[in-house]
């Protein structure tokens, strides 16, 4: 399906109740955007399934305003079409699980290239106390020309990888279109993407909120149409890389920040007694500025990672952990004014003696090196004493009382 910026409303987090009969097990979600060359074919193999292992079943075409005959092929085969407005991946399926009215939802593409009667080691899974099962179509067999090489060697590997490092989840493929999970578990999690992205989206947040997420092999296949899927590989990659980056501030912020923090306080400490010589390249007050220049960068980078974790957490993005709470309740506002203005007043101090030392010449000329080793960590302590001051107010906003 085509990721578009329309944005998609939100999972309702209560179940919507059943109007049939008979309670229904599994629904089956399909997301339809002009499928009719594959579609029959996809509701066949699902209706296969149901009845070939006596699973209480429905299956949900969710149509993306196909003009293609599409929903004539899914109401002849006996599926249940629900229109969704919203153009995109994420928001076709995020309309068909809302109205679906299984216990579990099996969610696969249209365009056969998952094979829908093998649904039975997912429903297993499910029966057997997971919250989302995840196929690997790496486990499971990828068949000749069923995914472009660049997204089998490169794209999906990558995202994975990073996906299963920043997360840590063992999920191995992270973008398989074929899982099932427990309709209650998801709809929980508020899932908002619209795109493509909404594969990650999903995997994400279940991870964060410690779902219980398994794996069973899958295979892929060929599709059968005859024009070019809705995927497009830089501007869908580029969106799931983005989604997991935003998920992820100590990735994004507070490692980096902590590495260049510190790269950037050894440089400026050890050139301060005057300049240091690696062999041929000697080091000096220049190189003072830009290791100052690094300090700088990343407090700021730490600072903006516990920003974006308080603000994620109550915002509802993912739960807040002992460390942060820990952090939050020691760093407060006024801590943080005593440390930043100590911070501060050794700045003006060193700014200070600076102007005695240049005074004491009668403000003629100067060695700029030997009072750059004096003004620079001046001028480090003045902008982190400020920093750290203007930081803890930003989280005291954030943790104000809310109605």
């Not at 969710?62 to 002849?76: E, V």
């Amino acid at each position: 399906m085509s990721a578009a910026p329309a944005r998609a409303r939100p999972l309702p987090r209560t179940p919507t109740p059943s109007s049939a009969a008979a309670p229904i097990e599994l629904s089956i979600v399909m997301p339809c955007l002009n499928e009719a060359e594959t579609l029959a074919v996809c509701i066949k193999k699902a209706n296969a399934f149901l009845a070939r292992h006596g699973v209480a079943g429905e299956i949900i075409v969710a149509d993306n305003g196909s003009t293609d005959g599409s929903q004539q092929i899914a109401n002849a085969l006996g599926a249940r079409i629900v229109a969704i407005e919203a153009r995109g991946y994420g928001a076709a399926l995020i309309g068909g699980i809302a109205a679906a009215r299984g216990r579990y939802v099996a969610m696969g593409d249209a365009d056969d290239s998952y094979d829908f009667e093998a649904l039975l080691p997912f429903v297993e899974s499910l029966r057997a106390g997971a919250d989302l099962v995840m196929g690997n179509r790496f486990r499971g067999g990828i068949a000749p020309g069923a995914m472009p090489a660049l997204h089998k060697y490169l794209g999906n590997p990558v995202l994975s990888f990073v996906g299963r490092t920043f997360f840590g989840t063992r999920v191995g493929d992270f973008h398989c279109g074929l899982r099932a999970f427990r309709r209650d578990a998801v709809l929980a999690l508020g899932l908002t993407a619209p795109g493509m992205e909404f594969a990650s989206e999903m995997v994400v947040k279940a991870a964060l909120r410690g779902l219980d997420i398994r794996e069973v092999p899958t295979t892929l296949q060929p599709d059968g149409r005859s024009r070019p899927p809705h995927l497009r590989t830089w501007r869908d990659g580029w969106r799931h890389l983005r989604f997991l980056l935003i998920y992820a501030p100590k990735w994004l912020l507070l490692y980096p920040g902590l590495a260049l923090a510190a790269a950037g306080l050894l440089g400026v400490i050890g050139l301060l007694p005057g300049d240091v010589a690696l062999g041929q390249i000697r080091l000096g007050v220049h190189t003072m500025i830009f290791a100052a220049m690094a300090v700088l960068i990343g407090s700021q980078l730490v600072g903006l990672s516990v920003l974006a974790r308080r603000y994620g957490a109550i915002a509802g993005l993912w739960p807040e952990s002992g460390l942060m709470r820990r952090v939050r309740n020691w760093f407060t506002v006024e801590r943080a004014c005593i440390a930043g203005a100590l911070m501060l007043a050794g700045g003006i101090a060193g700014a200070g003696l600076a102007t005695a030392i240049w005074a004491q010449s009668g403000f003629g000329a100067m060695d700029p090196a030997d009072l750059m080793r004096l003004t620079i960590p001046s001028m480090l302590l003045g902008c982190l004493g400020v920093q750290t001051v203007v930081t803890a107010f930003f989280i005291g906003l954030l943790d104000q009382p809310r109605r």
